[in-house]
């Protein structure tokens, strides 16, 4: 298999979860993890005599997102029904939008490799979930769990713009970190409030027409849209190169076996029988709705990353690490505010010791133990030189422990720095009388010996002596 004769052609259909507090047409609620069927109401099942109402706040939320990737905002827009038959499915169509969605078409800007690339966005409409079948505890049978059904979804479908499943994972995050800024979705894939539909196809190198796509199904992390995709290319090419075609067809991916595998072969938009949702008004979207909403815009990730290398002096990493979510990079300018340090360390803390406790303990920052007072507490602390970087460690696990400032663990433990320079003098004076061999070895010109002094002082003095202080020290001593 040739890889270099074929160009890869990717386009994403992403389903978000809009995170309203009832469904799009009734007033169940969405909350996860009830018991099953318990939050599916006779709207959400399609009794008779029932009649769905849309909910303002899933039309907002499509709005604020179409704002956010610069896109067309429709005046007018149509829900209809789209007609299939699946056991989770209770009334037998889903409510969706087709002719006319919400919001139209815009982009979105991803980085891979240190270029920046355009993906056009199609469009995003609005539709209502489908339940859960559920098979794990059931022997020959399966059990449907409708709590799903209804909930609110926008459904936001790229062009085949993405040439590597690098870039379609690349696109995904930036998307997932774009509904979390904005506030519409809590982005927890596990949960399936953010999942994946991936359309690939391969074609020569040089062909202007697409190949015969394959569309990989709910594919719910970042991980396994990569996987999926790099196995159905591979897959399709090895196909081809052998004599075969490819056709249009739904997969699954199995994380399991690392392949993909047929589910049924793919409908088109006539499959379903598209036809407008009789219960239903058409939504009219006024410019003072949009004036409002507009005005409501949280800065965006790209604007805000620019701001931090602007205002705070941070390099590339730390902005992109910092505003990868917005309540860290909230976090962080309360941490800048409240400890009144340079910007640099305040990142540097957030970025390395407190990402890494969150990363190990599997925690939010909104759940940090160590909130953001707390840690400008210690950050203060280092910045007065009343403790060194060294003991700052110490004391951070301590308030990761426990419910204290860095005041109460350093009088506590006794670890205020040491910076009196006639008592970090006493010491040098004592340790290069017991090793005058080595104190021959750094005049006579190794530099490297250096080191084994701060190590022989800082260890006598507990290591609560003031770095800098015992290297201003030791070098005058030492010069002789």
């Given at each position: 298999?040739?890889?270099?004769?074929?160009?890869?052609?990717?386009g994403?259909?992403?389903?978000?979860?809009?995170?309203?507090?009832?469904?799009?047409?009734?007033?169940?609620?969405?909350?996860?993890?009830?018991?099953?069927?318990?939050?599916?109401?006779?709207?959400?099942l399609?009794?008779?005599?029932?009649?769905p109402v849309?909910?303002?706040?899933?039309?907002?939320?499509?709005?604020?997102?179409?704002?956010?990737?610069?896109?067309?905002?429709?005046?007018?827009?149509?829900?209809?029904?789209?007609?299939?038959?699946?056991?989770?499915?209770?009334?037998?169509?889903?409510?969706?939008?087709?002719?006319?969605?919400?919001?139209?078409?815009?982009?979105?800007?991803?980085?891979?490799?240190?270029?920046?690339?355009?993906?056009?966005?199609?469009?995003?409409?609005?539709?209502?979930?489908?339940?859960?079948?559920?098979?794990?505890?059931?022997?020959?049978?399966?059990?449907?769990?409708?709590?799903?059904?209804?909930?609110?979804?926008?459904?936001?479908?790229?062009?085949?713009?993405?040439?590597?499943?690098?870039?379609?994972?690349a696109?995904?995050?930036?998307?997932?970190?774009?509904v979390?800024?904005?506030?519409?979705?809590?982005?927890?894939?596990?949960?399936?409030?953010f999942?994946?539909?991936?359309?690939?196809?391969?074609?020569?190198?040089?062909?202007?027409?697409?190949?015969?796509?394959?569309?990989?199904?709910?594919?719910?992390?970042?991980?396994?849209?990569?996987?999926?995709?790099?196995?159905?290319?591979?897959?399709?090419?090895?196909?081809?190169?052998?004599?075969?075609?490819?056709?249009?067809?739904?997969?699954?991916?199995?994380?399991?076996?690392?392949?993909?595998?047929?589910?049924?072969?793919?409908?088109?938009?006539?499959?379903?029988?598209?036809?407008?949702?009789?219960?239903?008004?058409?939504?009219?979207?006024?410019?003072?709705?949009?004036?409002?909403?507009?005005?409501?815009?949280?800065?965006?990730?790209?604007?805000?990353?620019?701001?931090?290398?602007?205002v705070?002096?941070?390099?590339?990493?730390?902005?992109?690490?910092?505003?990868?979510?917005?309540?860290?990079?909230?976090?962080?300018?309360?941490?800048?505010?409240?400890?009144?340090?340079?910007?640099?360390?305040?990142?540097?803390?957030?970025t390395?010791?407190?990402?890494?406790?969150?990363?190990?303990?599997?925690?939010?920052?909104?759940?940090?133990?160590?909130?953001?007072?707390?840690?400008?507490?210690?950050?203060?602390?280092?910045?007065?030189?009343?403790?060194?970087?060294?003991?700052?460690?110490?004391?951070?696990?301590?308030?990761w422990?426990?419910?204290?400032?860095?005041?109460?663990?350093?009088?506590?433990?006794?670890?205020?720095q040491?910076?009196?320079?006639?008592a970090?003098?006493?010491?040098?004076?004592?340790?290069?009388?017991?090793?005058?061999?080595?104190?021959?070895?750094?005049?006579?010109?190794?530099?490297?010996?250096?080191?084994?002094?701060?190590?022989?002082?800082?260890?006598?003095?507990?290591?609560?002596?003031?770095?800098?202080e015992?290297?201003?020290?030791?070098?005058?001593?030492?010069?002789?």
């Open positions: 298999m040739a890889m270099e004769n074929w160009e890869v052609v990717i994403l259909e992403i389903h978000t979860q809009l995170a309203t507090k009832s469904k799009i047409f009734s007033g169940a609620a969405t909350a996860y993890g009830a018991a099953p069927n318990s939050q599916a109401c006779a709207v959400d399609g009794f008779p005599g029932v009649l849309l909910n303002q706040e899933a039309v907002r939320m499509a709005v604020i997102f179409g704002m956010a990737i610069e896109a067309h905002i429709a005046p007018y827009s149509v829900f209809a029904r789209k007609n299939y038959f699946y056991p989770d499915l209770p009334k037998g169509y889903q409510i969706s939008q087709m002719d006319l969605p919400i919001v139209g078409i815009g982009h979105l800007d991803i980085d891979v490799d240190g270029e920046t690339k355009r993906i056009g966005i199609t469009r995003a409409h609005l539709e209502e979930d489908a339940g859960k079948s559920l098979h794990e505890n059931f022997q020959g049978l399966s059990g449907i769990d409708l709590n799903r059904a209804g909930t609110p979804l926008l459904e936001i479908v790229s062009e085949p713009d993405m040439r590597s499943a690098k870039e379609a994972v696109y995904m995050r930036k998307l997932h970190e774009l979390r800024y904005l506030g519409i979705c809590d982005g927890n894939m596990q949960e399936g409030s999942r994946c539909d991936a359309n690939v196809s391969v074609r020569p190198k040089g062909q202007a027409e697409f190949g015969t796509r394959a569309e990989i199904k709910n594919i719910n992390s970042f991980k396994f849209v990569e996987k999926a995709i790099n196995h159905e290319v591979e897959r399709q090419i090895e196909l081809i190169e052998s004599g075969g075609r490819v056709v249009q067809e739904t997969r699954l991916y199995d994380s399991v076996k690392d392949e993909t595998r047929s589910m049924r072969s793919k409908e088109e938009a006539n499959d379903y029988r598209y036809f407008p949702d009789p219960d239903l008004l058409p939504v009219i979207i006024s410019e003072e709705f949009k004036a409002q909403i507009k005005a409501q815009l949280p800065e965006l990730p790209v604007a805000k990353k620019q701001r931090f290398k602007e705070y002096g941070l390099d590339e990493d730390n902005a992109t690490q910092l505003t990868s979510s917005r309540p860290l990079a909230d976090y962080f300018e309360a941490t800048v505010a409240a400890s009144g340090c340079d910007a640099k360390l305040c990142a540097n803390w957030i390395g010791d407190l990402s890494a406790a969150l990363n190990k303990a599997g925690l939010e920052i909104s759940d940090s133990p160590v909130n953001y007072p707390r840690l400008a507490g210690l950050l203060a602390r280092i910045s007065d030189e009343t403790i060194s970087g060294k003991i700052a460690k110490q004391v951070f696990e301590e308030m422990q426990h419910p204290v400032s860095a005041d109460d663990v350093i009088n506590a433990k006794g670890l205020r040491i910076s009196d320079s006639g970090i003098e006493s010491i040098i004076d004592g340790i290069m009388a017991a090793n005058m061999d080595q104190v021959e070895q750094y005049r006579s010109g190794k530099d490297k010996v250096f080191g084994f002094f701060v190590g022989q002082v800082m260890r006598e003095m507990q290591g609560k002596a003031n770095p800098a015992v290297n201003k020290r030791l070098m005058a001593k030492l010069k002789g």
